[in-house]
């Protein structure tokens, strides 16, 4: 890995943890970052939000914690091969992570139905682009339809070690198709299908209920201590 300039960003309140501050390292956001870069950074804890490369560097809390499905590994529990069952008859396609009007409706809909107790409320198109948009060469949105109507998008990036799930927003009042969890599923079977080893699913926090789902994926690592382990169900 070539030498990277780190900015520090400002303490602020904590997303995940009442009474915690929270703070990252950024990598220089002039710095032209390739899949391979991305592809090491990730390998060390790193993560991606729009064009913006971080890592949690918190004073005294190392609660977040980077993890990843080994997907060779994975076995889909019966609840899990249930899901992937009722949406065998959804399309999925790649297209590349432009802003469009369509995918900003569904998000909006869905921060507004699901999240607006969460700081992402109320969303805004602006808020859109700087979170899910870029021009990156490896970022993409995976488009989940039934025919033409638009479901899920899952904003995910394709590296050399694996796919990365970023973010996944879908329409929050079909819940038999527990579509947030199909599209982790479809992203493992897609990793296979490629011949890629990992799903990478960002920060697992012990103490947060809306971290734990990804215990549901496993085997589970997690890098701590500089390494990958396993991380217990």
């Known amino acids: 890995m ?24 950024f990598i220089d956001p002039k710095e032209d970052v390739s899949a391979e870069l991305y592809d090491q950074l990730i390998e060390q804890g790193f993560r991606r939000s729009a064009a913006n490369i971080y ?14 499905i080994p997907v060779q590994d994975f076995v889909a529990s019966s609840s899990q091969q249930k899901i992937i069952r009722r949406n065998r008859d959804l399309n999925v396609k790649a297209v590349n992570s432009q802003f469009r009007a369509e995918h900003y409706e569904l998000y909006q809909y869905y921060i ?14 602006q808020q859109f682009q700087n979170f899910l948009n870029t021009d990156l060469e490896f970022a993409y949105l995976y488009e989940f339809r039934l025919g033409d109507q638009l479901l899920a998008v899952a904003a995910t990036d394709v590296l050399p070690s694996g796919l990365s799930a970023m973010y996944t927003f879908f329409a929050p009042d079909d819940k038999r198709r527990s579509l947030g969890r199909y599209a982790i599923l479809w992203q493992i079977q897609e990793a296979l299908r490629l011949g890629l080893p990992y799903v990478y699913l960002g ?10 789902y990804k215990t549901q994926y ?6 701590i201590d500089q390494r990958w382990q396993a991380l217990p169900a």
Not at 114 to 125: E, F, I, L, Q, T
């Open 2 to 25: 070539k030498t990277l300039q780190l900015y520090l960003a400002q303490s602020h309140p904590c997303s995940y943890l009442a009474e915690h501050s929270a703070s990252s390292i």
């Open 55 to 68: 890592r949690p560097h918190c004073v005294n809390c190392t609660a977040c914690i980077s993890t990843r």
């Open 112 to 125: 507004e139905q699901r999240h607006a107790d969460g700081d992402m409320y109320p969303p805004s198109v």
């Open 203 to 212: 920060y697992w926090i012990k103490n947060c209920q809306k971290m734990n």
């Open 218 to 223: 496993q085997p589970l690592q997690g890098f």
